[in-house]
């Protein structure tokens, strides 16, 4: 299989790799995460301006019509930067499902504002006691009427404080963990009876938790498919999971380079550390590990586009477990070669290295995906 970007590609990578080496250093970074908002609403400008924000949308909605593999390269520039911008929950997440559940009104609505960088959504569908299952909804929608009442506690919202409205799933029908009877929601941000709170995560992002209670929506508030939302939100998720195995790519890559450059530099007992074969060894297994990431990486951008829904799942729940073990142990290797300072927040090893950690939780960590991989097909 061919995996050569082609020309239109290339430029796409060399604009944001740029981008990222010119206009997001390390102090620029550590500015943005004690910010009141935790990113940068100038860079996040920059980025509508660039394309990147319209690059997945169709043309139809004034998109660029860019297909998964658009989006691998620019969540492995972000990789690559540590960009904490809310690329993944607002564009890849949120836009995608609005993108592909919502009415040609809701499009018209929402997908401008998200190109242009106005408006910012977020996707609520984790709860407290979900954990990785995407159909254990307890968050309720009782018809009244016209009119749905939502009431329920969605956690770990990526962005949820700075995000003008959410897309939330809810319960019409059914019981918790069945994948029949979930909704989706478009929910304003500003409604009477919901509540966020938020907090930073250990990466340096922000997150939130949401809580609804009585919150009204009229029926066009309801995202696709009435009562049977879960396979858009298991896509959405797997668009997700791609994306995150992009950024860690871009990660992982960083901190090769970021070591190779420290053992070259580096004088003890008198020579070069990066002299010393033992080390040259572990650079070794540091970039096996990269390209074995970046492979699967390819593959798992490759097959979101696969219309079965098994082969697809199998597939990117092999790409999740290989970058979890291969993020760990990249990001173990850089933090000892580097030494005592590789664990100090004055040096970016340690924020790739979280990020990273980070990542392999993030829908589902490597136990998990080792079961989705053995789980017998559904349907």
Request: net charge negative; proline share 4%; glycine share 10%.
């Given at each position: 299989m061919d995996f050569t970007l082609n020309e239109e590609q290339q430029l796409l990578k060399d604009s944001a790799e740029k981008f990222v080496l010119q206009d997001y250093d390390f102090d620029k970074r550590h500015d943005i995460l004690g910010s009141p908002i935790g990113y940068d609403p100038t860079v996040w400008r920059q980025m509508a301006e660039l394309g990147w924000l319209g690059m997945p949308f169709p043309e139809e909605n004034g998109g660029f019509a860019g297909s998964p593999v658009e989006t691998m390269i620019l969540m492995e520039a972000i990789g690559k930067g540590l960009l904490v911008e809310p690329y993944l929950p607002g564009i890849?997440?949120?836009?995608?499902?609005?993108?592909?559940?919502?009415?040609?009104?809701?499009?018209?609505?929402?997908?401008?504002?998200?190109?242009?960088?106005?408006?910012?959504?977020?996707?609520?569908?984790?709860?407290?006691?979900?954990?990785?299952?995407?159909?254990?909804?307890?968050?309720?929608?009782?018809?009244?009427?016209?009119?749905?009442?939502?009431?329920?506690?969605?956690?770990?919202?990526?962005?949820?404080?700075?995000?003008?409205?959410f897309i939330v799933s809810a319960r019409t029908s059914g019981q918790s963990r069945d994948t029949n009877g979930v909704t989706l929601f478009i929910v304003d941000a500003a409604a009477d009876g919901l509540t966020i709170r938020e907090y930073p995560t250990i990466d340096g992002l922000r997150a939130a938790e949401v809580v609804l209670r009585n919150i009204s929506v009229n029926q066009d508030a309801v995202l696709g498919n009435f009562d049977s939302a879960y396979p858009e939100i298991e896509l959405a998720i797997d668009h997700g999971i791609a994306a995150l195995c992009a950024e860690a790519v871009g990660a992982m890559d960083a901190l090769c380079d970021a070591t190779l450059e420290y053992l070259k530099t580096r004088n003890q007992f008198g020579t070069n550390i990066g002299s010393f074969q033992v080390l040259q060894h572990r650079m070794v297994d540091m970039y096996m590990e990269l390209e074995q990431s970046r492979s699967m990486s390819y593959m798992a951008s490759l097959k979101l586009e696969n219309e079965d829904a098994n082969k697809r799942r199998k597939s990117l729940s092999a790409a999740k477990v290989q970058i979890g073990r291969s993020g760990r142990f990249v990001g173990q290797q850089a933090v000892q070669l580097h030494g005592g300072m590789g664990m100090t927040d004055e040096l970016m090893v340690s924020h790739y290295f979280k990020r990273l950690t980070v990542i392999d939780t993030q829908f589902g960590n490597v136990d998990y995906h080792l079961d989705k991989m053995t789980e017998e097909p559904k349907g």
């Open positions: 890849v997440l949120s836009g995608g499902l609005v993108s592909r559940c919502g009415s040609p009104e809701q499009n018209a609505q929402l997908i401008p504002g998200l190109m242009a960088g106005e408006l910012k959504l977020a996707f609520a569908y984790a709860e407290p006691q979900s954990r990785f299952n995407l159909a254990d909804v307890e968050t309720n929608a009782e018809k009244q009427g016209d009119k749905f009442l939502l009431s329920g506690h969605k956690s770990v919202v990526l962005h949820g404080a700075s995000a003008d409205h």
